[in-house]
């Protein structure tokens, strides 16, 4: 995995809009670091540096399927797994975006694929975050490397999908050697995510586990004073889906910028990272 903090962004939201300019990429030692009222879930175990959801009771969160029909079977199942947690859901809706841009919207996750190129990652999660939480999240699915046989697999589909709409609820990796006994979670990096191959023991990666939803239940087990009103139940029940709709839209512009990896791991990489502004952008991707 991957971890950048930064990026450049032009927000906008009912008339105010906020200008973000920072980029800045840590070793893995500082990814403690925390983000003023997440400060309690960056201490938990497989926190990733803290980020979540703000919620005040039961949180629903929007998930825009911009996929095509090979992937609409595996969102569709990760939505399902994940949403075995307490208290929190995801609500599958029609996508708000395109593949190629895969452009966040406010209040939700967009999920989408396409060939984004021989980029070095399967997949790849950004979450952006204002005033401590997120408030929006993208997952891209990089048909490039799925295309190939190694990749083109029902396990790898479901371990990458699983894995990327996991770290859009605040999850890092339960752990990151590929070469090890599999944990039986999709957040556990692995050679063979079947637990067929006789590499990585008998269970398949391809799934949350109860490590996963107790780290889940640990990150939102205190409420906050106050919640995105589209991630709330009766957003969904009263209005329907309306992430995207002109009042709610929110546009951003990446702006390139030179940066390094602080390490990666003969395929997959791990860093951590810190932020010099807010809100911004946090992205993780799993490595081909």
Same mark, same amino acid.
């Given at each position: 995995?991957? $971890? ?29 670091? /925390?983000?003023?009222?997440?400060a309690a879930s960056a201490l938990l175990p497989q926190s990733w540096n803290g980020y979540h959801w703000a919620r005040t009771g039961p ?18 199942? &990760? ?11 995801f609500a599958q809706v029609a996508g708000r975006s395109t593949t190629s841009a895969c452009t966040p919207f406010y209040g939700g996750v967009? /999920? ?13 999660? @950004? +979450?952006?975050? @204002? ?9 891209? =699915?990089?048909?490039?490397y799925f295309a190939q046989p190694k990749y083109d697999t029902v396990a790898w589909r479901a371990m990458v999908t699983c894995q990327e $709409?996991?770290?859009? =609820? ?6 990151? /050697? %590929? ?5 039986? @979670? ?6 063979? *995510? ?13 799934? *949350?586990?109860? +490590? ?6 640990? $990150?939102?087990?205190?409420? !906050? ?7 709330? *139940? ?10 995207? !709709?002109?009042? #709610? ?15 990666? $791991? ?11 502004? %807010? *809100? #911004? =952008?946090?992205? @993780?991707?799993?490595? &081909?």
């Amino acid at each position: 995995m991957r $971890i950048i903090v930064g990026a450049a962004a032009l927000l906008q939201q009912r008339g105010n809009r906020a200008t973000l300019r920072s980029r800045i990429v840590v070793s893995a030692a500082l990814a403690a670091t /925390v983000l003023g009222s997440t400060a309690a879930s960056a201490l938990l175990p497989q926190s990733w540096n803290g980020y979540h959801w703000a919620r005040t009771g039961p949180l629903v969160i929007g998930l825009g399927d911009n996929v095509n029909a090979a992937w609409d079977p595996y969102v569709a199942t &990760a939505v399902t797994q994940w949403n075995a947690a307490d208290n929190i859901d995801f609500a599958q809706v029609a996508g708000r975006s395109t593949t190629s841009a895969c452009t966040p919207f406010y209040g939700g996750v967009q /999920v989408c694929n396409g060939n984004y190129g021989a980029t070095g990652w399967l997949g790849y999660a @950004s +979450v952006w975050t @204002s005033g401590g939480f997120v408030v929006q999240a993208t997952v891209k =699915l990089n048909d490039y490397y799925f295309a190939q046989p190694k990749y083109d697999t029902v396990a790898w589909r479901a371990m990458v999908t699983c894995q990327e $709409i996991g770290h859009t =609820l605040g999850l890092a990796h339960t752990n990151t /050697v %590929r070469t090890n006994v599999n944990t039986g @979670s999709c957040l556990d990096y692995t050679n063979d *995510p079947t637990g067929t191959r006789g590499t990585n023991g008998t269970l398949a990666n391809t799934q *949350p586990n109860s +490590v996963d939803f107790a780290a889940l239940a640990g $990150i939102y087990a205190n409420l !906050d004073t106050t919640q995105l009103s589209y991630t709330k *139940p009766t957003y969904f029940a009263g209005h329907g889906y309306g992430i995207g !709709d002109d009042e #709610f839209e929110v546009g951003f512009s990446l702006v390139p910028e030179p940066a390094t990896w602080a390490f990666m $791991i003969v395929g997959f990489g791990l860093t951590g990272a810190t932020m010099r502004r %807010r *809100p #911004f =952008l946090a992205a @993780s991707a799993v490595a &081909a």
